[in-house]
């Protein structure tokens, strides 16, 4: 083969990359989402905290209703977790990943909320870079798609939440 034909070729593969990623990305992006009415969500987490220094972000879920629900994964966004590093929870997440091209870490649970119950989460952090971070913490239900969002913001620092 020449030269031309070879780079005609890698040209349209790489379009054909570029054109899966683009419409890939536009489908998480577009994806039906929906936000869970039939929960009720509640996350305690303190606004200013030591530099190294463990602390707790309580989550608490209510199911409303009689039906059983699954906690699918509580997702947290990056920028806060540029100051803040998520170790361990109560109960223990199963597994945690990061959701590439939109920016959150996932931890997955897959823990029954039994109707009319409440579910407590209680997620061990450390602030491990001086500064604000804020960001977004989902709460999934029953599965990745259907959250309830909170934002959360908190100081890391020397002397801060002393």
Known sequence: MNRRVILILLGGVGFLCLCT???GT???VFTDSTVPSDVSVLVDAPRAVPL???FAIVVTVRN???VSQTLDSIDIQNSYLEGVQISQSDPPFSDDF???LVGYQSYTYFTPIF???TLEIELVGEGIAEGEF???IDVCINNGA???SRTLSIEVGETTGR
């Open 21 to 23: 990623v683009s419409f």
């Open 26 to 28: 536009l489908f998480l």
């Open 52 to 54: 190294n220094e463990p």
């Open 64 to 66: 409303l209703t009689a």
């Open 98 to 100: 990061e959701i590439p």
């Open 115 to 117: 109707g009319n119950d």
């Open 134 to 136: 804020e960001g977004t």
């Open 146 to 148: 259907d959250c309830v």
